[in-house]
Structures are given as structure tokens and as C-alpha cells.
């Protein structure tokens, strides 16, 4: 069983500048995927405004009021993750396949009559993974120069901890530097790069003018990423069918996370006449677990009765999660103008691995949908989606606002626009044909970063946060689009589904952030090292099998 040390309580971690939550995580845990039955997947998700699936009770709730019978379902499938980086020329490919349970739910439809305004009562639930986080990434390439020990270097002059060269000394001398309130602001990666050489320093003690810390020239740097794990979603279900043309339903959501990541970032150095100087590996374990619930409300409306023509709306809560994080690191270095090799691990430190429990509330978001059908041979949905990912909260377990997490979700966070589109149309009696699409904007913005150095307070780009994390590395996710196709089944009983969904979009991945400074050092006008240029793409073969009765 792992150990979780809340560590940094001892150094007042609540100031906000301690706080390691950031907007990747934000954005991870409150953007989710398309899944569930085979034949909403197969429809792209627009079902919204269409209903009579088990999983429109996700999208709007008021779906389920147009079943008039019973129905219960299962779906299960097979994943494949691509992806594909470009470093400066280097490229790298990865993939992984995974199978998985994808969905199960019933639903219970509970006739009142035939001339009463209320026609019918149902209820519902639905278990469907609304993220899956399975994936396999690398990337690699040349550095020319930039190199994450120059970000460590940042890092500690940032904290405003590190002014003279006893200050140094004290980091690589002292047992255990991370629990001192002398340190309280010095980012941990800045300790682990002095404790291991690193950055180095050179300076006579107490005389600041003449301290200064270095980091290495970067010859090449290679990055590999395991992540494992998932959001499950459990919708509770009730809705009304009120004279067969106003649909009301309400779900109740909850929803269990569990999302784990190994990277390893290794990178070659060398000094400045441009002879090997030696290398170090940096080495990181992070989870993430909690449970969240939210409410989602929602309405169809046939506006002309006798006319299929339909209009949806939902409204979304936020999902009020509460999370642990823990994870720990290692770095190992193995440089020529030391002695020996040094290995820092953290989880030795603070015998165990380190964490912290917080809330997070993702945004509200709002759902209109226009459906209607062609006869008994053609169903047609269109939906778009809103989402302000920028208005995501950070909390500690007491309430009280994380304000530099918050502030780094306000600056980079964004927007999202998602629009939905689906069709079925009947090849026959017995079987149909199904295409959708989805355009989902990113909520992340594209200047978007991990960590910013605490510079003079006219610099614009100020903002201090991720003071106990290890892992800089983070993606800047584009747009993602989302192909869908389906062939259906119905009989007198059984029916049974098939869908094919591609997703594909890009994302500009740094494995560190080596920042330029303006001439007087007040501002950051750009980056040493550019992204890779990332591929991200998806497949996923879906059954469903069901009763309808």
C-alpha cells in the first residue's frame, strides 16, 4: 500500500504560491469523450433533442421521457491510441490497445394514461466511462542548447528563497531542505536539480553580486509517458412525458476518477567548448482519485403538434469533485565534474509518496439541440454545446479558494464550443445506418504553460504556482474532431448495435519550459525550445446488445 505524507502542512501549504494543482489538470478531469450505447456513439452523441437511448440521459435528461417501454443495454469495445511526435525532425511513434466496458443501464418506463396530461413516468440508470485515459506518448530530438536545468535554475531564482551562496550550500548539505521554512517557496524540481548537480552555483558566501546558479547545455532530450485510468459516470435518472409533446428529466450524475501517470524525461549535456558533460533522468509517478456528483436538468418541446420537429435544452452543473493527488519522483545524474553519481528520491525524503486533497468544480455548461424525423425512415439531430473551462475552481478541503491555481485556470483556460451532428436512417424494417460528427474546441488557450518564474511585479506574464510538482511536461491540446459510424439492429425483442468512432486532433507538447527574458529581466518574451508537434489519434469498435420490452 502506498503512503501519502501531506507533508508540506508543515509549511503552510495553503499560501496560494505553494498550491501544485494547475489547468491541465482542470481541463483533463472536465472535458470528457464521446461514448456509451453503440447506437448513440454511432449518431456522433446528437441524440439530445431525438432521445428514446439510455445515454441521452447524460447529454439531456429529458431524452428518457419518450421510451415507452423497457430497456436495458450493455456495451463493450475495443480502444486503440495513436500518437504521433515530431521534434525538430525527429519523430516518434507510439500506440496502445486496450479493451474495455464501456456501458450498461436500464430503463423502467411506468405507464400513467392515455387522457391524462402526464402520459408517462420514467426512470433510468446508466454507467458509461466518460473519459478513458489509456495512452502511450513519446517524444525526442535535439536540444540545441535549451535544457530543463535552465528551468530549474528559474525556478529557484523565481522563489526568491536562493540570494546567496549559503543559501545554495544549504540545499545540497542539509538532510532534508524541503521541510524548512527557509525553503517554503522553493519549487521541489529546483531542490532535486542542486541536490543531484544539476544546476550548480558559483559565488563567495555573502556576497550576492558575485552568486549566481547555472544549469548544462542540452544535447538531446527524450520523453516517455505510460497514463492509465478513467472518469466513470453513473447517471440516476427521472423524467416526464406530459401530452406526448413536452419531455422533462432531471439525472442525478456521480462520478469516480482514477487517472495514473509514469513519465521518465532522460536528457545528454554537454559545457560550453561542446564536450559531453555527462546526463541525468528525471523519473515521476502522479495519481489522481475522487469521486464528484453533479445535477443535469433538462426539457424536449414539440412546438407544433403535429409536427416531429423538436427543440432540446439542458443545463449541466458543475461536477463538484473532491481529489487526491500523490506522487513522488526521482532524478539521477551522472555528471563528469562530480565525483560520483547522485540520485535524489523523493519518496526516501518524505517516506512515502507526497499529496495533497482539494475540490475542484468544473464548469456549468449549456446544451440546445434541433431534432426531427423523416417519416419512419430518417432521424436527424443537430446540438451545440458551451462551456466556460476558465470559471473552474480550485478549493482546498476547507473551502477556501486556491488563488494561484485559480489564477493560472483564469489566465489559460477558455471557452469551449462543441457542436454535434447525427443521422439514422432505416435500410430497412429491421436495420439501420447511423453517422455523426463532433467539433469540439480546446479549453486550453495556445500560449498556454506550465510553470512561470515569479518576475518583478511588472511583468506580465507574472503568475507562481506548481511549487510541490516534478513533472513540467504538459500538452497544449487543438480541436478535436470526432467521425462516427453505426449499423443497427432491431427485432421483436433483442437489438443489438455496432459503432466506429475516429477521434483525431493535435497538441503542442513540451517536455520542459526553458524561458527568454527581456534585456532587463522583467518580462519573458519567448521560449529557447520550441513544442513537438503532436498527432493524437483514436479508434474505437463498440457493441451494444439489448431488450427492449
Known amino acids: 500500500m502506498k503512503t ?11 499560501a496560494s504560491a505553494a498550491v501544485a494543482q494547475t489547468q491541465y489538470d482542470a481541463a483533463r478531469f472536465g472535458w470528457g469523450e464521446l461514448n456509451g450505447t453503440a447506437r448513440y456513439v454511432g449518431m456522433g452523441g446528437a441524440m439530445s433533442a431525438l432521445g428514446a437511448d439510455i445515454s441521452a440521459m447524460g447529454i439531456n435528461p429529458a431524452g428518457i421521457g419518450l421510451f415507452r417501454s423497457n430497456d436495458v443495454s450493455v456495451s463493450f469495445g475495443f480502444n486503440k491510441n495513436q500518437t504521433e511526435s515530431d521534434f525538430g525532425g525527429s519523430v516518434v511513434k507510439e500506440g496502445r490497445n486496450r479493451a474495455s466496458f464501456d456501458q450498461v443501464g436500464f430503463v423502467y418506463s411506468m405507464k400513467v394514461g392515455n387522457k391524462t396530461d402526464l402520459r408517462y413516468l420514467n426512470f433510468g440508470f446508466n454507467y458509461h466511462k466518460l473519459a478513458n485515459f489509456n495512452r502511450q506518448f513519446s517524444s525526442r530530438g535535439n536540444l ?22 549559503e543559501d545554495f550550500d544549504a540545499l545540497w548539505k542539509l538532510e532534508n531542505p524541503y521541510r524548512l521554512e527557509a525553503f517554503r517557496y522553493t519549487p521541489f524540481l529546483g531542490i532535486m536539480g542542486v541536490r543531484t548537480g544539476v544546476v550548480t552555483s558559483s559565488g563567495d558566501e555573502g556576497v550576492t553580486d558575485e552568486f549566481y546558479m547555472l544549469g548544462w547545455n542540452g544535447e538531446s532530450g527524450d520523453y516517455y509517458s505510460r497514463e492509465e485510468g478513467g472518469i466513470n459516470a453513473y447517471d440516476f435518472n427521472v423524467s416526464f412525458n406530459v401530452k ?10 456521480v462520478y469516480d476518477i482514477n487517472y495514473h501517470r509514469y513519465s521518465s524525461y532522460a536528457e545528454n549535456i554537454f559545457r560550453n567548448d561542446g564536450n559531453p558533460s555527462g546526463n541525468f533522468t528525471l523519473n515521476n509517478w502522479f ?11 433538462g426539457a424536449i ?7 416531429p420537429f423538436r427543440i432540446g435544452l439542458a443545463v449541466h452543473t458543475p461536477i463538484w469533485y473532491a ?50 424525423t423523416v417519416g419512419t425512415v430518417l432521424a436527424l439531430d443537430a446540438e451545440y454545446e458551451y462551456a466556460n473551462f476558465g470559471s473552474s475552481k480550485y478549493r482546498d478541503r476547507g473551502g477556501r479558494e486556491l488563488a494561484a491555481s485559480n489564477e493560472a485556470v483564469d489566465k489559460y483556460l477558455q471557452s469551449t464550443h462543441t457542436v454535434r451532428m447525427g443521422m439514422e436512417a432505416k435500410l430497412t424494417p429491421r436495420f439501420s445506418f447511423r453517422a455523426g460528427y463532433n467539433y469540439a474546441t480546446s479549453p486550453i488557450k495556445d500560449n498556454s504553460a506550465r510553470y512561470v518564474p515569479n518576475l518583478p511585479t511588472n511583468a506580465a506574464d507574472q ?28 427485432g421483436n425483442l433483442l437489438y443489438c448495435d455496432v459503432a466506429y468512432k475516429y477521434d483525431f486532433y493535435k497538441s503542442d507538447f513540451y517536455m520542459f519550459d526553458d524561458y527568454a ?33
Open 287 to 297: 495519481d489522481t482519485e475522487g469521486t464528484g456528483f453533479d445535477l443535469k436538468l
Open 244 to 253: 406526448d409533446r413536452f419531455y422533462f428529466g432531471v439525472t442525478l450524475g
Open 4 to 14: 501519502k505524507i501531506i507533508s508540506f502542512g508543515i509549511l503552510a501549504m495553503a
Open 144 to 165: 540545441n542548447g535549451a535544457s530543463m536545468s535552465w528551468q530549474m535554475q528559474d525556478m529557484l531564482l523565481g522563489s526568491g528563497d536562493i540570494m546567496y551562496q
Open 301 to 307: 418541446i414539440r412546438p407544433f403538434e403535429y409536427s
Open 517 to 549: 527574458f527581456s534585456d532587463d529581466g522583467n518580462s519573458i518574451v519567448g521560449r529557447h525550445n520550441g513544442p513537438a508537434n503532436v498527432n493524437h489519434d483514436r479508434h474505437q469498435l463498440l457493441f451494444t446488445l439489448g431488450v427492449n420490452f
Open 463 to 490: 503568475i507562481v504556482y506548481d511549487v510541490t510538482r516534478t513533472d513540467p511536461e504538459y500538452h497544449n491540446l487543438k480541436a478535436r474532431n470526432t467521425l462516427t459510424l453505426g449499423l443497427g439492429y432491431r
Open 323 to 372: 481529489l487526491s493527488d500523490t506522487y513522488t519522483a526521482v532524478l539521477d545524474s551522472d555528471i563528469s565534474a562530480f565525483d560520483s553519481p547522485y540520485t535524489e528520491n523523493m519518496g526516501n525524503v518524505f517516506s512515502g509518496d507526497y499529496g495533497w486533497d482539494y475540490l475542484l468544480n468544473t464548469p456549468w455548461k449549456v446544451n440546445v439541440s434541433l431534432g426531427t
